[in-house]
């Protein structure tokens, strides 16, 4: 079982920048992917970057040249660093980690507005 907990989301204006973390706990050994998602109101949960243990990374068109995902391994923590936010980035932002099977986060909101 892995834990995930989220942090970092809030209110930001057009432009701004906010960074997300994710904790996980647990048999985190068994990790080998970590990735956040979003989810806006009425639409469907989507990618937004992933990255392994080996440090390959993987951006939604929508955030390439913006988000950077990275990674501590020996704190077992991913973050989501967002620069130049829209509004269409608003959504709850969750942490997933892949690890014989997928383990969500409970999800942190980024409102994105003036």
């Known amino acids: 079982q892995v834990q995930l907990v989220e942090s970092g989301g809030g209110l930001v204006q057009p432009g701004g920048s906010l960074r997300l973390s994710c904790a996980a706990s647990?048999?985190?050994?068994?990790?080998?992917?970590m990735g956040w998602y979003r989810q806006a109101p009425g639409k469907q949960r989507e990618l937004v970057a992933t990255?392994?243990?080996?440090?390959?990374?993987n951006y939604a068109d929508s955030v390439k040249g913006r988000f950077t995902i990275s990674r501590d391994n020996a704190k077992n923590t991913v973050y989501l660093q967002m620069n130049s936010l829209k509004p269409e980035d608003t959504a709850v932002y969750y942490c997933?980690?892949?690890?014989?099977?997928?383990?969500w986060g409970q999800g942190t909101q980024v409102t994105v507005s003036s």
């Open positions: 990255i392994t243990t080996g440090g390959s990374t």
């Open positions: 647990g048999s985190t050994i068994s990790i080998h992917a």
């Open positions: 997933k980690a892949d690890a014989y099977g997928d383990y």
